[in-house]
């Protein structure tokens, strides 16, 4: 089992830039987490989705992100424009629905905006 | 507010000590989970422990939970370099939402 693959690992840009950050969750899972850490905030969950469908996004920042899952296997979370306090680490989790809800996570995208 | 909290936040000890992290949380959990973070990495499942359990192992690991205080501890023993991490308690939210609520983690230092 390949576990939650994220991509890029990194990604320096700079402020206004639109950044786009990506997710394959593990193959059976049918939930999917987008998480945003920083030093000063700790863990933080951004929005997550069931069965491809958004659950909660009250997490989202502001309007300048977005997500999307348009299939089991794939999704993005995007922030256009970035702004440097978008600088973080953004992991992706996914887990089984009726199972115990242990979440496995991806390596994380460490994002730097200048 | 937090569904887990913990502490302390910080911990640092010589190897081969044990080390002790307690969480608390608020509502009523089906189970409690530990998860463990090297630094640079995403979090990886450790323990889950359910409500109807008081104590479970895991190798070096000890679990604890106490529903009527909502506390659970995590002790590690023998402690080695390698388990310097950050380590957070998580609960599921509702049941079956998937969701987990995470504490904001007590990081580990130990020392060779």
């Known amino acids: 089992d390949a576990g939650v693959i994220q991509s890029p690992r990194h990604e320096v840009t700079e402020m206004g830039q639109e950044v786009t950050l990506r997710c394959k969750p593990i193959?059976?899972?049918?939930?999917l987490f987008w998480y945003r850490q920083t030093m000063m905030r700790g863990l933080e969950l951004l929005i997550y989705f069931n069965n491809n469908v958004p659950i909660d996004d009250s997490g989202m920042p502001e309007d300048r992100f977005s997500a999307k899952m348009p299939n089991a296997s794939f999704s993005t979370l995007k922030i256009q424009p970035s702004e440097p306090r978008d600088s973080a680490v953004y992991f992706c989790?996914?887990?089984?629905?009726?199972?115990?809800?242990?979440?496995?996570f991806g390596p994380g995208t460490r994002l730097t905006v200048l | 507010s937090q569904q887990g909290e913990e502490d302390p936040q910080a911990l640092s000890i010589q190897e081969g000590e044990n080390a002790t992290m307690n969480c608390s949380y608020k509502t009523s959990i089906n189970n409690l989970q530990w998860y463990r973070q090297n630094s640079g990495r995403g979090l990886v499942h450790l323990i889950l422990?359910?409500?109807?359990?008081r104590e479970k192992h895991s190798g070096r690991l000890r679990v604890t939970l106490d529903t009527s205080k909502k506390s659970s501890s995590l002790l590690i023993t023998a402690s080695r370099a390698a388990d310097t991490a950050s380590y957070f308690c998580a609960t599921p939210l509702g049941s079956n939402t998937g969701k987990l609520i995470f504490g904001q983690g007590t990081t580990l230092q130990v020392k060779p």
């Open positions: 193959s059976g899972h049918n939930s």
């Open positions: 422990i359910r409500s109807n359990e």
């Open positions: 989790a996914s887990t089984r629905l009726a199972g115990n809800n242990e979440q496995f």
